[in-house]
Structures are given as structure tokens and as C-alpha cells.
């Protein structure tokens, strides 16, 4: 509904009044309500022009009042305009509390994204993984340490977040605390983005201040191993059945593409007969929650049989006795050095090692491969695609020897045509 909406300027004399300057008073009516309140100015009565509710004249000081008063005109004008565009109640108190900041409440940064991590470790195991709390947390001591680098303040008021202060923030994270162009990002962006789109769908903010913000991740290269490295490991015996049994488990996940907390996380019951009748894996993605669904191919079979009646998984009902995600990659290290390996080796890599060398080296579709990880977009297997080279380099053979006979029988039809 629109509202009627006016504002006055007048000289409003005190009780007791014999000369000089009056204060002038703003008064502000909204459907026939008024409200007042003083402008922190004061003019002579004869040089105040009433009608035009400024003061007359052309010397310096009338311009610098006038221009003064034009400026305070202007900022109740977007203030009736910002009520109109919220469907909030406009009235003369409201739009006279809002210009005093009276009655507004002040939504600060640092309490909101303590929030925001106090409700993710509230869920912590059931919606959210113990990472997700790691990194939401030190992008809020990141933030606080930068209010204190760049404002020298503890917190701040949300509405005061605007495009400088993302793009000094990402500086700050690159140039003091050393981040990688891509951590800088996913802070600013994942992390701290978050906390103002939250905001933004409060309400508490009336522009997402990150309209305007263009960084992007750089594309990074994916470690995988090979067929010769793959080989390496699986026959490479180890003195310590820790060794044998971290090597196992790591090449179970390289055969069938789960993270660690997804191979920690399978019990007996996430193996069922799939469509084909052979046995699959059919599982939900920690990270994402999304299905995945993969045949077990005969290595990750040979696996599973070998620690079927081992003590930890009879006991706990899981299908691998897997350590903490710790030991589990500083043992991986100590096998790549045996194994002569010089990438660096994690239990991460046998994701990327699934994705590229064992499935789409080996003319799996990116669909397939897409749906075994349990991406939540093909564009992210697209990234394994691209590294593929031995892919590309067998495709373009079968080309080329389809294009050499081609070629030939062109030739014998021409000599035949000459003849």
C-alpha cells in the first residue's frame, strides 16, 4: 500500500526566545502522523526561507547548511523507500527510528558465524562430517584475526560488509596467512559466503555483497597412480601386517572409488545383488549424500573375503578393519617409499586413481563413472577426463586406423576409375 509521505524543514523557536539562530526541526508525516526531530542545524529567522525550507541566500555558509539539509532529505527518502520495498510498516516513528538508529537492531558478524558453527557441531556425524567443522572454524578465527589486521576491531556490524571488504579479506588470506590461490577462495567464497547468504536470507542484509566477486578455483591437477604403481603395491610384501593391511584397504578404495570415511563407514549391509547379479556396493556419500552404487570388481572381492572373519569388522559389523584417517595416510607414506612411488601418496589418491586409471582408461563412460562416485555433477568427473591421456592417445589410434583404411580404399577406387 503507499503511503502519503513528507518531510518539512522549520525553525522551531525555544519557549524563552529573543534573538539569534533557531534550531531547525524536521518534521516527518506519514499519512497525516507527524514526527520530529532536530537537524543539529540552526539559521538566523530572516535569512530562513520557510516556504522553500532552506535558508536564502548565496554566501558560502547558506550553501553549506542548505546542501547539509538536502543530504538528510535524501536519507529519509531511501528509508521510506527501503520500508516500501520490504513490505514493512511505514510510519513516521519508524522512518525517524531508523534515521536515529533508535529501536534497529544491530546484526554483528563474529556472533552469527559462531552460530552458524555451533549448529553444525550440534550435527556433527548425523548431517555434517568432522571437516566441515574444521573449516568452518578456522575461516571464522581467520575472520576475526583480519577485523583485528585491517579495522583493528573485534567484530562488526554485517551491514558494513560490502565488496572492498571481500576482496581486502581474500588478499589478507593470500598475502599474510599464506593460502594457496584456491584455499583463499574456498574460504571467501564456501566459508565466509555462506555466513552473508545466510544473512542475505534473514533479511538482515538488503544486497548480497558478493555480486560483484569474480575470483575463481584454478584448476589443479589430480594425482593419480598408474598401472605400473598400482602393480607395485599389490605385490609388494611387507614385514608388518599393519603394512599389508593399510596397503589392502587403500587399493580396495582404488577399486572402487570411496573416500575414507565411506570405506570406514560400509558394514555387511551395504552389500547387496545388483542388476547385473554379481555384488555391489550400494552406499551414501558422507559429503554429499548422495547414492553410490558400484559392482565390486574382483580385486576389492579378493579384499573383502581376506578380512571377512578379522576381529575388528566381526565385532563391529564393518567389512575393512580401518584405521584413523591419520595413521592411515603417514602408513601410505611409508609405502610409497618402499614401493619407489614418488607422488605423494594419500588415501585421497585412490579416488582419483579409480576415476582415471581403472575405470575411464578402460572405456567406462563418464556417465558410469560419474554415477559410481557419487557426483553430484558430471562436470566434476569432466576434471578426471581431461588428465586421461592414454584415453585420448588409444581413441585417436582407432581413429587414425579407420582413417588409413579409409584412405586405401579411396586410392583403389581411383586406380580402378583410371583404369
Not at 518539512?8 to 499519512?31: A, E
Not at 577485523?147 to 583493528?152: E, G, Q, R, T
Not at 592411515?328 to 594419500?346: A, F, H, P, Q, R
Not at 582407432?398 to 584412405?407: N, S
Amino acid at each position: 500500500m503507499q503511503n502519503s509521505f513528507s518531510i518539512l524543514f522549520y525553525l522551531k523557536k525555544p519557549k524563552v526566545y529573543t534573538s539569534g539562530s533557531i534550531p531547525i526541526y524536521i518534521r516527518i508525516t506519514v499519512d497525516g502522523h507527524r514526527s520530529e526531530i532536530s537537524s543539529g542545524r540552526e539559521s538566523l529567522p530572516e535569512k530562513w526561507n520557510s516556504s522553500a525550507g532552506r535558508c536564502s541566500g548565496t554566501k558560502e555558509e547558506a550553501k553549506t547548511l542548505n546542501s547539509y539539509l538536502d543530504t538528510m532529505q535524501a536519507k529519509f527518502y531511501e528509508i521510506h523507500r527501503r520500508l516500501l520495498d520490504t513490505n514493512e510498516i511505514v510510519s513516521a516513528e519508524v522512518i525517524k527510528n531508523m534515521f536515529t538508529g533508535k529501536g534497529v537492531k544491530t546484526h554483528m558478524l563474529i556472533p552469527i558465524f559462531q552460530d552458524h558453527n555451533n549448529q553444525i557441531k550440534t550435527l556433527l556425524g548425523s548431517e555434517f562430517a568432522k571437516g566441515t567443522l574444521t573449516r568452518y572454524t578456522t575461516a571464522l578465527n581467520h575472520t576475526v584475526d583480519f577485523l583485528k589486521w585491517k579495522y583493528n576491531v573485534s567484530d562488526i556490524d554485517i551491514r558494513k560488509i560490502d565488496h572492498p571488504f571481500i576482496t581486502e579479506f581474500e588478499f589478507y588470506l593470500r598475502s599474510e596467512c599464506k593460502c594457496n590461490h584456491n584455499s583463499a577462495v574456498k574460504y571467501v567464497k564456501s566459508n565466509f559466503g555462506k555466513i552473508i547468504r545466510n544473512c542475505v536470507a534473514n533479511g538482515w542484509l538488503d544486497k548480497d555483497p558478493f555480486v560483484s566477486y569474480a575470483s575463481k578455483m584454478r584448476e589443479v591437477n589430480r594425482a593419480f597412480l598408474d598401472e605400473a604403481d598400482l602393480e607395485a603395491i599389490a605385490t609388494k610384501e611387507f614385514k608388518g601386517d599393519r603394512l599389508n593391511q593399510v596397503r589392502d584397504i587403500f587399493l580396495f578404495s582404488c577399486y572402487t572409488g570411496l573416500a575414507y570415511i565411506d570405506v570406514k563407514q560400509l558394514t555387511r549391509n551395504n552389500i547387496s545383488i545388483g542388476i547385473d547379479g554379481e555384488r555391489w556396493i550400494f552406499t551414501n556419500r558422507q559429503k554429499t549424500d548422495t547414492r553410490s552404487n558400484i559392482p565390486l570388481l574382483p580385486v576389492a572381492e579378493g579384499i573383502l573375503n581376506k578380512y571377512k572373519l578379522h576381529p575388528q569388522c566381526v565385532n563391529e559389523n564393518r567389512l575393512l578393519p580401518v584405521l584413523s584417517n591419520q595413521k592411515m595416510n603417514s602408513y601410505l607414506k611409508e609405502i610409497g617409499d618402499v614401493c619407489g612411488i614418488t607422488k605423494e601418496l594419500t588415501f585421497h589418491i585412490a579416488r582419483h586413481t579409480f576415476a582415471t586409471t581403472i575405470t575411464l582408461t578402460n572405456g567406462v563412460s563418464i556417465e558410469s563413472v560419474s554415477k559410481m562416485l557419487g557426483h553430484r555433477s558430471i562436470k566434476t568427473t569432466q576434471h578426471y577426463a581431461k588428465i586421461v591421456d592414454k584415453k585420448v592417445s588409444e581413441d585417436m589410434g582407432a581413429l587414425r586406423i579407420k582413417l588409413d583404411k579409409k584412405a586405401v580404399s579411396l586410392e583403389k577406387k581411383a586406380v580402378v576409375v583410371a583404369i
